[in-house]
């Protein structure tokens, strides 16, 4: 198959389908499962409460397509993101350039990737802070990306994550995951 460049990626018929052009091929897993659509429910509702009530920035759910590195044809759909008030400009039809949080609800087929590729993609483009959230260890990881070096703080049950992009994010991984 024919690598293809970001353009033609987004000349394909729209689909709900989780996509993904890497490095120029087209990755098409199967849908996420009902547990995992459960929590990124959940989590999207709380975060786009606490961000509209703040005024602070879009948060919006897979799948959405974000232009990593145009140059080298990178599009991901992370489960959720959030785009800062002040980087609106970078939302067009598209996500031009690297979200300030990417939300990632692992899954059995996912973790590996989820905490390897792509969070080191995330962190290489820019991405400010990337939520790991584990159902099965029911647990959520909160990894700084910027500035470098990374700092990584696991949070389980009724303990409030703090969060260097959400101001006064007062969740915890039970309301989340419960």
């Known amino acids: 198959m024919a690598k293809l460049r970001v353009d033609e990626y987004f000349d394909l018929p729209e689909s709900l389908r989780p996509m993904e052009l890497v490095y120029g091929v087209v990755r098409e897993p199967p849908a996420p499962r009902y547990g ?24 919006c759910v897979s799948p959405v397509d974000v232009v990593l590195d145009r140059e080298s044809a990178l599009v991901v759909q992370p489960d959720i993101v959030f785009v800062a008030r002040q980087h609106l400009h970078r939302i067009k039809d598209q996500i031009w350039g690297p979200p300030d949080l990417v939300i990632e609800v692992l899954s059995q087929r996912t973790a ?53 992009v959400l101001p006064d994010w007062n969740a915890s991984a039970a309301d989340v995951l419960s």
Do not use: F, K
Not at 36 to 54: D, G, I, K, P, Y
Not at 132 to 143: M, N, T, W
């Open 36 to 59: 995992h659509q459960s929590v990124v429910t959940r989590l999207a509702a709380l975060l786009h409460r606490h961000a509209c009530e703040r005024a602070l920035g879009e948060v």
């Open 112 to 164: 590996l990737r989820d905490r390897t590729t792509r969070l080191g993609w995330y962190g290489r483009y820019g991405v400010a802070e990337c939520w790991l959230v584990d159902i099965e260890r029911r647990c959520i990881d909160v990894v700084e990306l910027t500035p470098q070096p990374l700092r990584q703080t696991r949070y389980s049950g009724n303990v409030p994550l703090r969060s260097a």
